[in-house]
């Protein structure tokens, strides 16, 4: 058998729930729901920490946060930077792959290759490195017809605001995204299969569709914000104030406007995607081409009052994903409901196409779960994140996708949530008396995770508070950029 291609699309801050085959009936995503139709839709799949850098650090080398010593964004973090043994990508080179990244990657230095033979970047407005400018941001600085920039809708890139993009539609990153893909198949070298990551900037805000999907749904109605029972303590005016807030409550025009334009995006990534897979079905290259859909992880888009990520909750933390193997593979399951995890994919991908799982990898492969094998030997998902926007929200949790745990260890506090009977996580279950031994069970297994590391985080029986002391570190980080000087 020819050796498959592989295509790796992702987007950027897409939460779980925000596909027609997954069950939203507002937003329209056919070409993704079309592969969803013809693949396996993993129903509970989790973002080992919910930003933008350790997620996507661990979808690069198949490890946990702590092992690639990423552990969020935010004190005492570094940026994902060089080093890594072993990279999806750079494995898929040595087994002969021609090897390419589009879009944002999030490296540091950002020309770092992490494996790829190339890259196209776009990093949005992230300038790391001195004199850094992306492919984007040249590209569009050449074509545009008008003295404007990439950014002059005066929107910020972290912000709840939204409006219809300012520039032609050409313009659009996401248009960029799939010309580039599109260049490189016609430029790969033909002896090799290839590996193709096209990786979206959007959904992420700006939340700037472009006119014709922003206006979609700004005349739909669009799903409302789920406010938990536990939510007042993120009302907070002064912090809603800021046009960046990350948490605060928002009026009900402000947040449909977010929502359209969120949804408009996803819309518009989802027809760009229809045209890649169009010209790999002209090229005759998608029969045998591995395809898989996922995203780094969600966005709250203002449930509970929050905005952005970085949180345990359903909007930042359960992400789509998506896999289509060709039909010489033979026949896989629809659906899969057992919790996985973006670092699965590099095993799963590597096995499907026969090249050695380093030893390295802590992720499993999902070719077992995928050909109905009872044997996968995973119970639940741990996910962890930094403290970012404040020192409150720096989390630990622990979910199967029916029960889920989340430790707060710089206030010492903890929530339960029964998503089986409340998948918006409305209420907090921790102290009602029904839910004693699944709290005890649930709090042991985030112990069983977090003991080994000899951090303080546990004296093995229970948590221990982390309030007024460092940042949590992990040992690998300092030990992997060391090697590399």
Known sequence: ???????????????????????????????????????????????????????????????????????????GQGQMGTGFR???????????????????MHFYP?????????????????????GFKSDYRMWFERNRTGEYDFVDHG???????????????????????????????KKR???????????????HSPYDALPFYFDLYANKEMPTPMIGDWASMHDCPEEAARPD??????SEEEIKRARAGY?????????????????????????????????DHGDMLGDHNLWRKTYAYEGSAHIPFIVRLPSSFGKMAKQVDTPVVLQDIMPTLLEAVGASIPDTVDGLSLLPLMRGETNF????????????????????????????????????TEQLFDLTKDPCECQNVASDPNYKEQLLDWRNKLVLELAPRQLGLTDGDSLVCQAGKPPIVSPHYAERINQTR
């Open 110 to 130: 950002q020309r770092s290759l992490n494996g790829f033979h190339h890259t196209q970047l776009d990093e949005s407005g992230r300038v790391h490195d001195p």
């Open 155 to 185: 929107i910020g890139w972290n912000s709840w605001m939204a409006r219809p993009y300012h520039a032609p539609e050409f313009l659009h990153p996401t248009n960029w995204t799939v010309n580039e893909s599109i260049a490189f198949l």
């Open 86 to 104: 072993h990279t999806l990508p750079g494995e898929l080179a040595t087994a002969g792959y021609h090897t390419q990244g589009v879009g944002k």
């Open 1 to 75: 058998m020819t050796q498959p291609n592989i295509l790796l699309l992702m987007t950027d801050q897409q939460r779980w729930d925000t596909l027609g085959s997954y069950g939203n009936s507002v937003v329209e995503t056919a070409n993704l729901d079309w592969l969803a139709s013809e693949g396996t839709v993993f129903t509970h799949a989790y973002t080992p920490s919910p930003s933008c850098i350790p997620a996507r650090a661990s979808l690069l080398t198949g490890m946990n946060p702590w092992n690639t010593g990423v552990l969020g964004m935010g004190r």
């Open 377 to 412: 030997q995973r119970d639940y998902v741990h996910g962890e994140h930094s403290t970012c926007y404040s020192e409150e929200q720096e989390m630990q949790y622990v979910t199967d996708g029916k029960m889920k745990y989340i430790w707060f260890p710089r206030l010492g």
């Open 189 to 203: 070298d033909p002896s090799k299969p290839f590996f193709l990551k096209t990786s979206f900037a959007r959904p």
């Open 245 to 250: 807030a990350w948490r605060g409550v928002r």
């Open 263 to 295: 949804y408009g995006l996803i819309h518009h990534i989802d027809h760009q995607i229809g045209r890649l897979l169009q010209f790999m079905t002209d090229q005759k290259l998608l029969d045998n081409t591995i395809i898989v859909f996922t995203s």
